[in-house]
């Protein structure tokens, strides 16, 4: 399992940069994000030349493109904004196997204004769910042309807000190109503390088979996102569920600044080698 890193931790506007420090932290491979090309988190062109630099760059450092970010906010009640995101997805969808990567990651959305990360009362509402499929309909088709697969994180302050409304995505779309996102911390957000394990279990058994990526942050008791290794989040036990449902990876840290990430680094090495902190 390699351990990976969101590129936008470190620095920088030109790949090779950033990848550079991603290695130097002691990571594999990244969550690459436009904006470490200089082009913005979602640009609407992508040249061939840009595509090259961040495929040249990956080589050169030893450093894997694991996944991009193309998250726009899938339920924007802004329009313009909408269509703007989506417009960056085709783009970054188009230049993907350019770039080195089959995996771009989206956020399923919130019908929050100003924050896609933050939680609505409409989000739970069937028109907000209509309104993600039918935008899950153009960018599935866009991946489904170029070979591309679309990782859906259950996040909950946005309409996919747990497993089941992950798995009632999937059934919308089978055989299509959606796969998942694991984060242990999103999971045990709103779980009682002796709950933790059961919940973690109930997501692999649901959604283990469908994934392609793992992220890695953690939460201190209080629900306040911390570093990997600084919260309550039981990395032992959800790494031998990822393994027990053939997922390999890889485990993509980020909630921390650049200055915690070589700690991060170490001790997420450590947990899958199996040593002890």
């Known amino acids: 399992m390699q351990i990976g890193v969101f590129a936008k931790t470190f620095d920088g506007d030109d790949p090779a940069t950033v990848l550079a420090a991603s290695r130097d932290a002691g990571f594999s491979a990244v969550q690459y994000n436009m904006a470490c090309s200089g082009l913005g988190s979602l640009p609407e062109t992508i040249s061939e030349d840009a595509a090259r630099e961040v495929r040249e760059a990956s080589a050169s450092t030893g450093i894997d493109i694991a996944a991009i970010s193309a998250t726009y906010n899938m339920t924007d009640p802004n329009h313009q904004r909408l269509a703007a995101g989506r417009r960056a997805f085709i783009a970054i969808c188009e230049r993907a196997h350019d770039i080195g990567c089959h995996i771009l990651t989206v956020c399923s959305g ?6 896609k990360w933050c ?3 409409s989000n739970n509402e069937p028109q907000s769910w209509n309104e993600m499929c039918r935008e899950f309909d153009i960018i599935c088709d866009h991946a489904d042309r170029h070979g591309v697969l679309i990782g859906v994180e259950p996040e909950p302050a946005n309409i996919v807000s747990n497993v089941g409304r992950a798995a009632d995505l999937l059934a919308a779309f089978p055989g ?22 059961r919940t973690i279990d109930e997501a692999l058994d649901r959604l283990g088979p469908m994934t392609v990526l793992a992220h890695a942050k953690d939460r201190h008791a209080d629900g306040t996102v911390a570093p990997a290794g600084d919260g309550v989040v039981d990395w032992s036990h959800f790494l031998r569920g990822l393994k027990a449902c053939g997922v390999d990876g890889p485990l993509i840290a980020h909630g921390m600044s650049r200055s915690d990430a070589p700690g991060v680094a170490d001790f997420l090495t450590g947990q899958v080698q199996g040593r002890v902190p």
């Open 110 to 115: 919130s019908k929050h204004a100003h924050d």
């Open 119 to 121: 939680r609505h009362p």
């Open 176 to 197: 299509g190109p959606i796969r998942f996102v694991i984060d242990p911390a999103n999971l045990i957000e709103d779980a009682a503390p002796d709950s933790h394990e």
